[in-house]
Protein backbone atom coordinates (compact mmCIF):
# COMPACT_ATOMS: atom_id res chain seq x y z
CA UNK A 1 0.00 0.00 0.00
CA UNK A 2 2.78 2.65 -0.57
CA UNK A 3 3.74 5.14 1.72
CA UNK A 4 -0.13 5.87 2.27
CA UNK A 5 -1.60 5.36 5.66
CA UNK A 6 -5.42 5.44 6.68
CA UNK A 7 -7.45 5.10 9.66
CA UNK A 8 -9.23 3.52 11.11
CA UNK A 9 -9.20 0.23 9.39
CA UNK A 10 -13.03 0.00 10.37
CA UNK A 11 -15.06 2.26 11.69
CA UNK A 12 -18.73 2.48 13.08
CA UNK A 13 -21.08 5.75 12.74
CA UNK A 14 -24.41 5.52 14.49
CA UNK A 15 -27.08 7.60 13.00
CA UNK A 16 -26.42 10.80 13.17
CA UNK A 17 -22.97 11.52 13.74
CA UNK A 18 -20.00 12.77 12.07
CA UNK A 19 -17.05 10.84 11.88
CA UNK A 20 -13.62 11.43 10.16
CA UNK A 21 -11.53 9.26 8.55
CA UNK A 22 -7.34 10.33 8.36
CA UNK A 23 -5.37 9.99 5.19
CA UNK A 24 -1.20 11.07 5.46
CA UNK A 25 0.98 10.20 2.83
CA UNK A 26 4.55 10.30 3.21
CA UNK A 27 5.14 10.50 -0.72
CA UNK A 28 5.63 13.72 -0.78
CA UNK A 29 2.63 13.74 -3.34
CA UNK A 30 1.10 17.14 -3.92
CA UNK A 31 -2.32 15.89 -4.98
CA UNK A 32 -4.21 13.90 -2.87
CA UNK A 33 -7.83 12.20 -3.41
CA UNK A 34 -10.75 10.53 -1.93
CA UNK A 35 -12.39 7.88 -3.17
CA UNK A 36 -16.17 5.74 -2.22
CA UNK A 37 -16.09 1.96 -3.61
CA UNK A 38 -19.39 0.21 -3.22
CA UNK A 39 -20.18 -2.82 -4.24
CA UNK A 40 -20.02 -3.53 -8.75
CA UNK A 41 -19.62 0.44 -9.08
CA UNK A 42 -16.36 0.71 -9.25
CA UNK A 43 -14.67 3.61 -7.94
CA UNK A 44 -16.46 7.55 -7.22
CA UNK A 45 -14.52 10.30 -6.51
CA UNK A 46 -15.26 12.68 -3.24
CA UNK A 47 -13.26 15.23 -3.35
CA UNK A 48 -10.05 16.29 -4.64
CA UNK A 49 -6.88 18.42 -3.57
CA UNK A 50 -3.64 19.51 -6.03
CA UNK A 51 -1.79 21.74 -3.34
CA UNK A 52 -2.47 22.76 0.67
CA UNK A 53 -5.43 24.89 1.35
CA UNK A 54 -7.15 23.64 -2.25
CA UNK A 55 -9.69 21.03 -2.68
CA UNK A 56 -12.16 20.37 -5.29
CA UNK A 57 -15.63 18.83 -5.36
CA UNK A 58 -15.77 15.08 -6.70
CA UNK A 59 -18.73 13.24 -8.39
CA UNK A 60 -20.53 12.69 -5.11
CA UNK A 61 -19.23 15.39 -3.03
CA UNK A 62 -22.68 16.14 -1.22
CA UNK A 63 -22.20 14.95 2.49
CA UNK A 64 -18.76 14.72 2.94
CA UNK A 65 -16.10 17.15 3.12
CA UNK A 66 -12.54 17.83 3.49
CA UNK A 67 -9.60 19.81 5.02
CA UNK A 68 -5.94 19.63 3.77
CA UNK A 69 -4.36 22.00 5.87
CA UNK A 70 -0.41 20.13 5.40
CA UNK A 71 0.73 18.68 2.51
CA UNK A 72 0.54 14.88 4.23
CA UNK A 73 -2.68 15.00 5.28
CA UNK A 74 -6.02 15.14 3.58
CA UNK A 75 -8.53 13.92 6.23
CA UNK A 76 -12.28 13.22 4.96
CA UNK A 77 -15.26 14.22 7.39
CA UNK A 78 -18.56 11.72 6.92
CA UNK A 79 -20.81 13.93 7.96
CA UNK A 80 -25.06 13.13 9.02
CA UNK A 81 -26.55 14.71 6.01
CA UNK A 82 -24.82 11.99 3.96
CA UNK A 83 -27.99 9.56 3.68
CA UNK A 84 -25.83 5.99 2.91
CA UNK A 85 -22.39 6.29 4.47
CA UNK A 86 -21.93 2.33 4.34
CA UNK A 87 -18.88 1.66 2.26
CA UNK A 88 -15.14 1.25 1.69
CA UNK A 89 -13.16 4.41 1.75
CA UNK A 90 -10.11 4.80 -0.22
CA UNK A 91 -7.45 7.57 -0.27
CA UNK A 92 -4.86 8.17 -3.01
CA UNK A 93 -2.13 10.09 -3.61
CA UNK A 94 -0.03 11.16 -6.83
CA UNK A 95 2.30 13.73 -8.15
CA UNK A 96 1.58 16.32 -9.79
CA UNK A 97 4.58 16.62 -11.95
CA UNK A 98 3.32 14.86 -15.47
CA UNK A 99 -0.15 12.77 -16.53
CA UNK A 100 1.68 9.80 -17.14
CA UNK A 101 1.64 9.37 -13.11
CA UNK A 102 -0.38 6.70 -11.22
CA UNK A 103 -2.00 6.78 -8.18
CA UNK A 104 -0.46 5.21 -5.16
CA UNK A 105 -3.72 4.35 -2.80
CA UNK A 106 -4.11 3.58 0.88
CA UNK A 107 -5.52 -0.08 2.62
CA UNK A 108 -8.92 1.83 2.87
CA UNK A 109 -11.28 2.24 5.67
CA UNK A 110 -14.54 0.14 5.91
CA UNK A 111 -17.42 2.48 7.22
CA UNK A 112 -20.65 0.77 8.48
CA UNK A 113 -23.80 2.91 9.85
CA UNK A 114 -25.44 0.80 12.95
CA UNK B 1 -16.85 12.15 -21.69
CA UNK B 2 -14.26 9.70 -20.80
CA UNK B 3 -15.36 6.28 -20.04
CA UNK B 4 -14.11 3.16 -19.50
CA UNK B 5 -16.05 -0.32 -19.52
CA UNK B 6 -14.90 -3.64 -18.25
CA UNK B 7 -17.29 -6.30 -20.03
CA UNK B 8 -16.74 -8.76 -17.89
CA UNK B 9 -18.41 -9.00 -13.79
CA UNK B 10 -16.45 -12.33 -13.37
CA UNK B 11 -13.52 -14.52 -15.12
CA UNK B 12 -12.72 -17.80 -14.07
CA UNK B 13 -9.45 -19.43 -15.87
CA UNK B 14 -7.57 -22.66 -14.44
CA UNK B 15 -4.47 -22.49 -13.09
CA UNK B 16 -1.29 -22.59 -15.50
CA UNK B 17 -3.55 -21.30 -17.69
CA UNK B 18 -3.25 -17.90 -19.34
CA UNK B 19 -5.74 -15.43 -18.08
CA UNK B 20 -6.91 -12.02 -20.10
CA UNK B 21 -9.42 -9.26 -18.26
CA UNK B 22 -11.09 -6.95 -20.73
CA UNK B 23 -10.97 -3.23 -20.99
CA UNK B 24 -12.37 -0.91 -23.28
CA UNK B 25 -12.08 2.53 -23.05
CA UNK B 26 -13.39 6.34 -24.44
CA UNK B 27 -11.79 9.22 -24.13
CA UNK B 28 -11.18 12.87 -26.49
CA UNK B 29 -7.69 12.73 -26.33
CA UNK B 30 -4.94 10.53 -26.22
CA UNK B 31 -5.27 8.08 -23.30
CA UNK B 32 -2.95 7.01 -20.41
CA UNK B 33 -4.10 3.59 -19.40
CA UNK B 34 -3.74 2.06 -15.94
CA UNK B 35 -4.21 -1.53 -14.29
CA UNK B 36 -5.10 -2.00 -10.60
CA UNK B 37 -5.40 -5.09 -8.89
CA UNK B 38 -6.96 -4.92 -5.32
CA UNK B 39 -7.07 -8.02 -2.70
CA UNK B 40 -10.11 -8.15 -0.54
CA UNK B 41 -10.18 -5.34 2.14
CA UNK B 42 -7.33 -3.89 1.00
CA UNK B 43 -6.36 -0.64 -1.11
CA UNK B 44 -5.30 -0.79 -5.16
CA UNK B 45 -2.32 -1.98 -6.10
CA UNK B 46 -0.80 -0.43 -9.71
CA UNK B 47 0.14 -3.51 -11.91
CA UNK B 48 1.17 -1.39 -15.35
CA UNK B 49 0.56 1.65 -17.41
CA UNK B 50 0.68 2.57 -20.86
CA UNK B 51 1.83 6.01 -21.86
CA UNK B 52 2.89 5.63 -25.52
CA UNK B 53 5.51 3.78 -27.17
CA UNK B 54 5.25 -0.43 -27.26
CA UNK B 55 1.98 -1.30 -27.22
CA UNK B 56 2.82 -4.09 -25.08
CA UNK B 57 3.10 -3.64 -21.65
CA UNK B 58 4.97 -5.77 -18.96
CA UNK B 59 3.89 -4.83 -15.14
CA UNK B 60 4.54 -6.56 -11.88
CA UNK B 61 3.79 -10.36 -11.25
CA UNK B 62 4.22 -11.44 -14.40
CA UNK B 63 1.09 -9.45 -15.81
CA UNK B 64 1.17 -7.69 -19.30
CA UNK B 65 -1.24 -5.76 -21.23
CA UNK B 66 -2.14 -5.01 -24.71
CA UNK B 67 -2.81 -1.46 -26.24
CA UNK B 68 -5.24 -1.34 -29.05
CA UNK B 69 -6.14 1.97 -30.15
CA UNK B 70 -8.25 0.89 -33.35
CA UNK B 71 -10.26 -0.77 -30.83
CA UNK B 72 -9.47 1.17 -28.07
CA UNK B 73 -9.01 -1.59 -25.60
CA UNK B 74 -5.97 -2.20 -23.04
CA UNK B 75 -6.66 -6.18 -22.43
CA UNK B 76 -4.48 -7.42 -19.50
CA UNK B 77 -3.20 -10.85 -19.62
CA UNK B 78 -0.68 -13.53 -18.27
CA UNK B 79 0.80 -16.82 -19.74
CA UNK B 80 0.11 -18.61 -16.71
CA UNK B 81 -2.25 -17.96 -13.64
CA UNK B 82 -1.96 -18.43 -10.18
CA UNK B 83 -4.43 -19.24 -7.65
CA UNK B 84 -2.93 -16.02 -5.87
CA UNK B 85 -3.81 -13.68 -9.24
CA UNK B 86 -7.18 -14.18 -7.98
CA UNK B 87 -8.57 -10.78 -7.24
CA UNK B 88 -10.82 -7.73 -8.19
CA UNK B 89 -8.93 -6.21 -11.32
CA UNK B 90 -9.67 -2.27 -12.47
CA UNK B 91 -8.46 -0.26 -15.43
CA UNK B 92 -8.51 3.14 -15.15
CA UNK B 93 -7.81 5.61 -17.49
CA UNK B 94 -6.58 9.53 -17.99
CA UNK B 95 -7.56 11.87 -20.39
CA UNK B 96 -5.17 15.16 -20.05
CA UNK B 97 -7.66 17.34 -21.58
CA UNK B 98 -9.99 17.03 -18.55
CA UNK B 99 -9.91 18.79 -15.39
CA UNK B 100 -6.54 17.61 -13.30
CA UNK B 101 -7.66 16.14 -10.37
CA UNK B 102 -11.28 14.64 -12.17
CA UNK B 103 -9.25 12.92 -14.85
CA UNK B 104 -8.45 9.55 -13.40
CA UNK B 105 -11.85 7.02 -14.32
CA UNK B 106 -12.16 3.59 -13.04
CA UNK B 107 -13.83 0.97 -14.90
CA UNK B 108 -16.33 -1.38 -12.39
CA UNK B 109 -13.62 -3.79 -12.00
CA UNK B 110 -13.42 -7.80 -13.15
CA UNK B 111 -13.29 -10.73 -10.16
CA UNK B 112 -10.49 -12.93 -11.23
CA UNK B 113 -11.25 -16.49 -10.12
CA UNK B 114 -8.10 -18.91 -10.51
CA UNK B 115 -9.13 -22.40 -9.64
CA UNK B 116 -6.58 -25.19 -8.78
Known amino acids: DGGITQSPKYLFRKEGQNVTLSCEQNLNHDAMYWYRQDPGQGLRLIYYSQIVNDFQKGDIAEGYSVSREKKESFPLTVTSAQKNPTAFYLC?????????????FGPGTRLTVL | AQSVAQPEDQVNVAEGNPLTVKCTYS??????LFWYVQYPNRGLQFLLK??????LVKGSYGFEAEFNKSQTSFHLKKPSALVSDSALYFCAVRDIGRNYGQNFVFGPGTRLSVLP
Open chain 1, 92 to 104: ASTTTGGAANEQF
Open chain 2, 50 to 55: YITGDN
Open chain 2, 27 to 32: VSGNPY
